[in-house]
């Protein structure tokens, strides 16, 4: 028999590749030899995927919830999957890390415009009855999105703005952990007790949090920016990247929340409780919670104002 001398040559290297790895390419051509052919619905699971939404009532509109905070943590997933490349990387350049970054602000430009299907993609009615069945879960207790913020920057820029000075040269993950802004956004304002939200998120997922930030105590996204060589940190491409992020992530996302919250959660006197017991009114404004990824690359007075040109503009639009 014939053997092309292409195929031939393709052979050879597989056969040193095996050699080398004190492998026996013979075994590896017999289970290719049996192996059944790949198809698309194998290959994503489809079959699992599709059976991983599961409502806990009867109304319609509960599976569109679901389907849309799984799609959301898929995002996510995309989104952590470039910020550990940009971690990893050494060789500071320009052309990667303005890749990444963009790559990153797709995907938070695809969650925001999504939220479109929260907002108005499901029946008020129905969502207020089915809401009930899922406490004390909620929206809130989304590890991966605080992973993204941990990633992005140090954990001291997450500090809740009010008490950020007083950390300012702590180098105590542990106390700079326990006054992170989202915790605030998970306590009864009366009591100041923690909701149990708040308990159980963080019996779940600070163990993960405390290790993620001690890696990357030296490493997150802006001080991997800040070791870049000067004319690479002045690039004027990776700068507007960077700061359209920022303003993805701590203004436009937050500010999504807030439009679905008013839909679903004000009424004409009054509010409705969110089902996790978060002050979403005081939690959610991008103005309140000031949280900045990048503070180098925005000036004092932007710094200040943070989010509030959007906040007012969406629940004061008369200004």
Known sequence: MNIDSEIAERVKKLEEKYKNSGQDLGSYLDGLLHQRYLTYWDYIHLDTLLSLQIPRTHFPDEE?????????????????????????????????????????????????????????????????????????????????????????????????????????????????????????GAVDTKTGEKTLTLKQFEYRYTPRFMRIANEVVNTSIYQKYLQLPEEVKADEKLISAMRALDVSANVHWPLMHMGSAYRYLRKEVGEVAATGGTNWRNYLPPSFQKVIFFPELWTEQEQNDWGKQWVDHMFNPEK
């Open 64 to 184: 569109i919830f679901i389907m849309y905070h799984q799609i959301t943590e898929l995002y996510f997933k995309l989104i952590i999957h470039e910020q550990k490349q940009i971690i990893d990387d050494k060789l500071q350049n320009a052309d990667f890390f303005i890749k990444k970054v963009n790559r990153i602000n797709t995907y938070f430009k695809t969650l925001i415009s999504s939220f479109e299907i929260m907002i108005n993609g499901m029946d008020k009615e129905q969502f207020l009855q089915y809401r009930m069945s899922l406490l004390p879960a909620s929206g809130f207790q989304s590890a991966q999105y605080r992973m993204i913020e941990l990633y992005a920057t140090p954990l001291k820029n997450l500090i809740h703005h009010t008490v950020r000075d007083q950390f300012a040269t702590s180098e105590n993950l542990e106390e700079q952990y326990e006054n992170i802004y989202w915790k605030k």
